[in-house]
């Protein structure tokens, strides 16, 4: 059974840090593609950041380059997103995401973890 169990979040002032966390299981983690998403209240889900197998590659949406770093621990199943100088608009339950667009292929998703950004 495949599982991607997620950690940290909470709520954060402006200008504020946090780090999440996500842990997979019954997955061979290293092939796969993982990806963070957020959706707001009222809004679509949106694609933040992705991170290749071998973690070399990576990428985001604009509106959070050059403050979240997406980063991956294969011995640990794990990847994380840091994410820095938090805006309210920021404010979204956050998904982790573990794809494979090859065969076999698979699309599985956290729980979603609650980020609130506010003064």
């Known amino acids: 059974q495949v599982q991607l169990v997620q950690s940290g979040g909470g709520l954060v002032q402006p200008g504020g840090s946090l780090r999440l966390s996500c842990t997979a299981s019954?997955?061979?983690?290293?092939?796969?593609?993982m990806n963070w998403y957020r959706q707001a209240p009222g809004k679509e889900r949106e694609w933040v950041a992705a991170?290749?197998?071998?973690?070399?590659?990576?990428d985001y949406i604009d509106s959070v380059k050059g403050r979240f770093t997406i980063s991956r621990d294969n011995a640990k199943n794990t990847v994380n997103l840091q994410m820095s100088s938090l805006k309210p608009e920021d404010t979204a339950v956050y998904y982790c995401?573990?794809?494979?667009?090859?065969?076999?292929?698979?699309?599985?998703w956290g729980q979603g973890t609650q980020v609130t950004v506010s003064s």
């Open positions: 995401n573990a794809r494979r667009v090859y065969w076999p292929q698979y699309n599985y």
């Open positions: 019954g997955l061979t983690f290293a092939s796969a593609t």
């Open positions: 991170i290749g197998s071998a973690g070399g590659d990576t």
